[in-house]
């Protein structure tokens, strides 16, 4: 039985396109020639089986039954099929480090080098970074060599402007691990009331796996970004080492006024989370400082203007940037 139809006047065209013969889609014989020409074709989309068997056959049915056949094909769904999502894992208590100061929980790795200019030589220099694993805040510093004591010498820096972290992560590098034992060294060599005193003060020393980069993907993403940043800024050229700590500086700046959620295109929506808002209680270092109302501003008190810079700040972190991780 074949289909009619108003080309039978046709001298050019196959009888079997003027006449297709029809198919019932549920008989075994229609579905053997559906698969062969699925196969035929290497298992393309419906509409490509559709218009090739539309030339000799006339299934009843016809894309349905073709989506029918694909949908029980495995060589179909083996070539159409997305990417697995791998599950994520739980965020570990770093990343969570809620209504804790800056840096409580700090990542801390090197990049480099960069050749600086000393009169007629050049020597070589490193970065080194701190990363806050909460609130994403950044530290750069700049490192004369690899050793301990220069990782040591900006350690004693980093508290002395950020404060005291309460633990530290970093790779397996030679001298972070030695720093690790430097210091444990010098505290066991303390008085023992000394020590007894200062106990809760020590800074815990957390190490990655070997050959296991991607436990620190959270700075390591970070260097990325100072890295091209400072590409932009320098170039190629050579600098001294005041020209290249001051340009770490102003990275530094920069990274830290970079929003942490979306940034609307609406005028009247609130500023975006920045590190900044809780490191100097502004989004940007260029901005002025930010403006309260009087009544819940300093009064007699002036802690109360940290507090609400800080309470303001972990609110729209837990409303915009939390739910995002």
């Given at each position: 039985?074949?289909?009619?139809?108003?080309?039978?006047?046709?001298?050019?065209?196959?009888?079997?396109?003027?006449?297709?013969?029809?198919?019932?889609?549920?008989?075994?014989?229609?579905?053997?020639?559906?698969?062969?020409?699925?196969?035929?074709?290497?298992?393309?989309?419906?509409?490509?089986?559709?218009g090739e068997l539309r030339?000799?056959?006339?299934?009843?049915?016809?894309?349905?039954?073709?989506?029918?056949?694909?949908?029980?094909?495995?060589?179909?769904?083996?070539?159409?099929?997305?990417?697995?999502?791998?599950?994520?894992?739980?965020?570990?208590?770093?990343?969570?480090?809620?209504?804790?100061?800056?840096?409580?929980?700090?990542?801390?790795?090197?990049?480099?080098?960069?050749?600086?200019?000393?009169?007629?030589?050049?020597?070589?220099?490193?970065?080194?970074?701190?990363?806050?694993?909460?609130?994403?805040?950044?530290?750069?510093?700049?490192?004369?060599?690899?050793?301990?004591?220069?990782?040591?010498?900006?350690?004693?820096?980093?508290?002395?402007?950020?404060?005291?972290?309460?633990?530290?992560?970093?790779?397996?590098?030679?001298?972070?691990?030695?720093?690790?034992?430097?210091?444990?060294?010098?505290?066991?060599?303390?008085?023992?009331?000394?020590?007894?005193?200062?106990?809760?003060?020590?800074?815990?020393?957390?190490?990655?796996?070997?050959?296991?980069?991607?436990?620190?993907?959270?700075?390591?993403?970070?260097?990325?970004?100072?890295?091209?940043?400072?590409?932009?800024?320098?170039?190629?050229?050579?600098?001294?080492?005041?020209?290249?700590?001051?340009?770490?500086?102003?990275?530094?700046?920069?990274?830290?006024?970079?929003?942490?959620?979306?940034?609307?295109?609406?005028?009247?929506?609130?500023?975006?989370?920045t590190p900044n808002l809780?490191?100097?209680?502004?989004?940007?270092?260029?901005?002025?400082?930010?403006?309260?109302?009087?009544?819940?501003?300093?009064?007699?008190?002036?802690?109360?203007?940290?507090?609400?810079?800080?309470?303001?700040?972990?609110?729209?972190?837990?409303?915009?940037?939390?739910?995002?991780?």
């Amino acid at each position: 039985m074949r289909v009619g139809g108003r080309l039978r006047r046709s001298q050019d065209l196959d009888p079997d396109i003027i006449h297709p013969i029809i198919l019932d889609p549920k008989h075994p014989a229609t579905q053997l020639i559906v698969k062969h020409c699925d196969e035929s074709l290497l298992h393309p989309g419906p509409e490509r089986v559709f218009g090739e068997l539309r030339r000799k056959y006339w299934i009843l049915g016809g894309r349905p039954a073709i989506r029918k056949h694909q949908h029980s094909c495995r060589e179909c769904q083996r070539w159409k099929s997305s990417p697995g999502v791998p599950k994520m894992a739980d965020l570990p208590p770093a990343r969570l480090r809620l209504f804790k100061p800056p840096f409580w929980s700090t990542g801390v790795d090197c990049f480099g080098p960069f050749l600086t200019r000393h009169g007629r030589r050049t020597e070589k220099r490193w970065g080194i970074i701190f990363k806050c694993l909460t609130t994403r805040c950044l530290h750069l510093d700049l490192l004369e060599s690899m050793d301990v004591d220069a990782f040591l010498l900006a350690l004693r820096r980093f508290i002395s402007r950020r404060g005291k972290p309460f633990e530290i992560w970093a790779d397996r590098g030679m001298n972070f691990r030695a720093g690790d034992r430097e210091l444990n060294q010098c505290f066991q060599a303390m008085e023992p009331k000394l020590q007894e005193h200062l106990s809760h003060q020590q800074i815990s020393f957390n190490f990655n796996p070997p050959g296991a980069p991607h436990f620190g993907g959270v700075w390591e993403r970070e260097i990325r970004s100072v890295k091209n940043a400072l590409r932009v800024i320098l170039g190629n050229q050579t600098t001294s080492d005041a020209v290249l700590h001051t340009v770490l500086i102003e990275v530094e700046g920069i990274m830290n006024s970079k929003p942490l959620g979306y940034l609307s295109s609406n005028a009247s929506d609130p500023d975006p989370v920045t590190p900044n808002l809780l490191l100097i209680g502004r989004r940007d270092a260029s901005l002025p400082q930010a403006i309260f109302a009087n009544s819940k501003l300093l009064g007699r008190r002036k802690w109360r203007h940290s507090q609400i810079l800080a309470d303001h700040f972990w609110t729209r972190f837990i409303r915009d940037y939390l739910p995002n991780l």
